[in-house]
Every structure is written in structure tokens, then in C-alpha cells.
């Protein structure tokens, strides 16, 4: 998919375009809104691995999700078998328990006042059918076990809980390893 090119959801409302350097700034804003810095880490280490995908040293493909062609949101695609190396097989053990060919799915709702809305749900059911098109097959998204908005947002769009795992980021702390159920109507 080009930068320029956009994905429809149902509704013809919800696409995407490739972040380019001048969406940093932006990407930035959003990192430093309450909802976000809950749930990601720091803002500048976050950026890094984006500006680390922007210019190619990291396979994982970062969008921003459009509602009528403004952005409101971020969302990401990462395929586990790029991340079956050190140091991701120590941090993420969890990794080795789904299939290799499973691609990843990361995504924030940009601004706080947007949460709530069904949006980060129409996004990712939009995402997910640009997905499956290209041929993805199997599709997982990795939460907090606490976010239970982001949860329910995800069961909305298809996913189930599959097992938890220890969050590398934080000992106390469990994700819940969601995969997409492609037998549904999506």
C-alpha cells in the first residue's frame, strides 16, 4: 500500500496512510496525552522504533488511521516472525506459543476526547480486512490485561483471548494475547 493510498472500512469513513517523518510531530502530541502514556512507553523511546520504521530499520509498517481523512490515530503492523531474534524471544517469550506467520497489530486512538466512540474498533476491523486481504491469515493483538476499553475494543473487532503472558516492560504486569477469529462476518 502506497503513502498516499487509503484502505475503506464499512462505512467508507475509516483509512490509512503510511507515518512519513511529518507525521512525528503529531505522533509526538498524541504520545503525550494521559491515555497514551498509560499504556505505551516513553514518548521518545516510542519514537524511535517509528522513526526506526519510517526509514526502514525496522519491518514493522506504521499507519495512521483517518476518520473522513484526518488522522485519529495510530496503528501498526508487525510480523512475529521478524521479532523471533534476541532480545524479542527473551523479552516476549509468548511469541514462540503463536504461529510464525502471525502479524501483529498495535494501535492508540489519538486524542482522549475520541475514546469511547467505536472508533479504535472501526480501525482495526478496517485494518484487519486490509490485512486479510494481502493474505494474513492469522492476526494477534497484545494488551494490557488491565486496559479492559482497549479489550472490549478488540472483542468488538473479532478478537479473542487466547492466553496471558508476563509483560516485558513491567514484572507486575500480564498482556493478554488476543487472536483475530476469521470465521466471522467481519
Request: proline content about 5%; overall charge negative.
Amino acid at each position: 500500500m502506497s503513502s498516499t493510498e487509503s484502505a475503506p472500512a464499512d462505512s467508507g469513513r475509516i483509512g490509512f496512510r503510511a507515518v512519513t517523518a511529518n507525521d512525528y510531530t503529531l505522533l509526538e502530541d498524541w504520545m503525550r496525552q494521559p491515555h497514551w502514556r498509560q499504556w505505551w512507553g516513553e514518548v521518545e523511546t516510542e519514537l524511535g522504533y517509528i522513526r526506526d520504521m519510517v526509514e526502514g530499520r525496522d519491518s514493522t509498517r506504521p499507519f495512521l488511521f483517518l476518520r473522513d481523512g484526518e488522522p485519529m490515530g495510530y496503528i501498526q503492523a508487525w510480523r512475529i516472525r521478524d521479532h523471533l531474534v534476541e532480545p524479542w524471544i527473551s523479552k516476549a517469550p509468548w511469541m514462540l506459543k503463536v504461529p510464525t506467520g502471525s502479524v501483529g497489530v498495535d494501535l492508540s486512538v489519538g486524542l482522549e476526547e475520541n475514546l469511547g466512540r467505536g472508533l479504535g474498533s472501526a480501525a482495526l476491523k478496517a485494518f484487519v480486512k486490509m490485512l486479510i486481504a494481502e493474505g494474513c491469515r492469522d492476526i494477534i493483538i497484545d494488551p494490557d490485561a488491565a486496559n479492559a476499553r482497549a479489550i472490549r475494543a478488540y472483542e468488538k473487532a473479532g478478537f479473542e483471548a487466547l492466553f496471558e503472558a508476563p509483560d516485558p516492560e513491567a514484572r507486575d504486569q500480564a498482556m493478554l494475547i488476543m487472536r483475530l477469529r476469521l470465521d466471522q462476518d467481519s
